[in-house]
């Protein structure tokens, strides 16, 4: 009779968290109860009243206690798996570390790589560029003193050559006044030597001192004086040198940096003339 109560409670039961495809599953501890929990800890069906029970007890306090639909649906979960040291998280850990890696730290990292190898690119040629700049620069004021070398030079040697000139014509005019001088010397001695009458008209052709000493210039040759080629000086005149600066980034956010976005690190001082 006891057994035909049972089997008629059973039949005529609530229905639990199970289907009603499924045969009804008693309560393990109190076994008349609809079971809607499994421990697996103890591998026992229980009802809600009993789960309470359950958990409450010192023994059993710690027991991984589920719902039964969702044991059905995955049996096999280990019973660790509350505690979090059984394998079953390490793998899910494991599982969810390397899609992160796959999805986001690899791709990332990837992105990180083309970005450093474009700043190369970029560096290469910005340093480039300056240095061509610093060169055509330099030839400038390479040309610049040359030009003013030679036109000084110039200017210098066509000074030197009108005072030669000068000079040489002031040398000629001498001679020429030396000529005249020896002339009119033996001219007076051929005088001297004749009568008296010869004498008196030869009296008025005396050469006029004036005539004889010629203009003379000096000339003075002012020394060199060159300009001062101390470091700043020439700092001043070659321009301020260009320079490469850079900046940290700081450490990696993955939530405050988007991975297409290309950020320029490198900062170039470019040259000033």
């Not at 991975?259 to 320029?264: A, G």
Request: net charge neutral; aromatic share 8%; charged share 35%.
């Amino acid at each position: 009779m006891y057994s035909s109560f049972r089997k008629y409670l059973k039949t005529h039961r609530p229905k639990s968290e199970t289907s009603s495809g499924q045969h009804f599953v008693e309560c393990d501890n109190c076994e008349t109860e609809a079971a809607q929990y499994f421990c697996k800890s103890c591998q026992g069906h229980l009802c809600e009243n009993c789960k309470t029970e359950h958990e409450a007890k010192r023994l059993t306090q710690d027991h991984v206690v589920v719902l039964l639909s969702k044991y059905k649906s995955d049996p096999f979960v280990c019973q660790e798996s509350k505690k979090g040291k059984c394998a079953c998280t390490i793998k899910k850990s494991l599982t969810k570390e390397r899609e992160e890696i796959i999805t986001h730290w690899v791709p990332f990292l990837e992105k990180m790589q083309e970005e450093e190898e474009m700043k190369n690119t970029l560096l290469f040629m910005k340093v480039g560029a300056v240095k061509t700049e610093i060169e055509g620069h330099f030839d400038q004021i390479i040309e610049k003193f040359t030009n003013l070398k030679e036109e000084t030079i110039r200017i210098f040697e066509e000074e030197n050559d009108n005072a030669t000139d000068a000079i040489n014509r002031t040398i000629l005019e001498i001679k020429e006044n030396t000529r005249k001088l020896e002339d009119r010397r033996n001219e007076i001695s051929y005088i001297l030597d004749g009568d008296d009458e010869v004498v008196k008209k030869n009296m008025c052709m005396k050469i006029k001192e004036e005539k004889l000493t010629p203009k003379r210039f000096s000339f003075e040759v002012e020394d060199f004086c060159p300009g001062n080629l101390e470091n700043n000086i020439l700092q001043q005149i070659f321009g301020k040198q260009p320079a490469i600066s850079s900046h940290e980034t700081g450490p990696h956010n993955r939530y405050a940096l988007k991975r297409n976005q290309f950020t320029q690190i490198l900062k170039i001082n470019l040259y000033c003339k």
